[in-house]
């Protein structure tokens, strides 16, 4: 999928997460930090196999559901939030490694697939990567996702004074 698909569609989800854990905890202004944070990791993983590499294609380190370096980065970064609260560290690690495999996924609808495990290859359907119709509609979801969580924890903050 194009970029606008998944970024929108990221940010969606994590904007959703955020608001669905600043119901049970009160974030304020982590609330934010952890909406930038979620999109330069999901940034970060995309430029690691597009910019350093020389074979510009997703690989086993960075685009599957078993990807070592996918855990650690959700476990890293559930270890650093854990400073602010434990409930919120293990919710920033789950909901991290969550928004890897939803872009996972994503990539997953391309012609050229995902590593499932190291040298394989696995795709849901052989979608063009520049399918106007399916990247609309995924970059629309996304938005309308992100409107309506930020809504929502809008009036959750007005609900809290």
């Not at 074979?55 to 960075?62: I, P, S």
């Not at 609808?109 to 359907?125: D, E, H, K, M, Q």
């Amino acid at each position: 999928m194009k970029k606008n698909a998944h970024v929108s569609t990221s940010l969606g989800f994590g904007l959703l997460s955020t608001s669905i854990l600043n119901l049970f905890v009160s974030l304020n202004v982590l609330y934010f930090i952890l909406i930038i944070v979620f999109y330069i990791v999901g940034t970060l993983n995309d430029w690691l196999d597009f910019k350093i590499s020389i074979r510009h294609e997703r690989r086993f380190l960075t685009h599957s559901p078993l990807s070592p370096l996918l855990i650690l980065i959700a476990m890293l970064m559930g270890l650093i939030f854990a400073i602010f609260d434990t409930a919120i560290g293990m919710f920033v690690g789950f909901m991290t490694y969550l928004l890897f495999l939803l872009h996972v996924i994503l990539d997953s609808l391309n012609p050229s697939g995902v590593p499932l495990f190291p040298y394989t290859r696995y795709r849901i359907a052989n979608i063009p990567y520049d399918d106007s119709l399916l990247n609309s509609l995924l970059t629309w979801s996304g938005i309308i996702i992100s409107i309506v969580s930020l809504s929502w924890h809008g009036a959750s903050l007005m609900m809290m004074t």
